[in-house]
């Protein structure tokens, strides 16, 4: 059970994700990368409020 709503896409986009930002890293930097990636879904906050899906966060617009 995911804490974020998600379908096959949005694995396979935050997949891309992850392995972009921390394939360097091993495991443990793409664990970081994915939580944060969640939590920008799940945080109500001024940057990430009109965040509401893994889609919108991989392509949030910084400052808009």
Known sequence: MGVVSYNKEDVKLLARLIRAEAEG???LG???VGNVSVN???????DFKKIHSLH???????GV
């Open 25 to 27: 890293e091993g495991q």
């Open 30 to 32: 793409m664990l970081m």
């Open 40 to 46: 920008r879904v799940l945080g109500n906050c001024l």
């Open 56 to 62: 919108q966060m991989v392509f949030q617009n910084p």
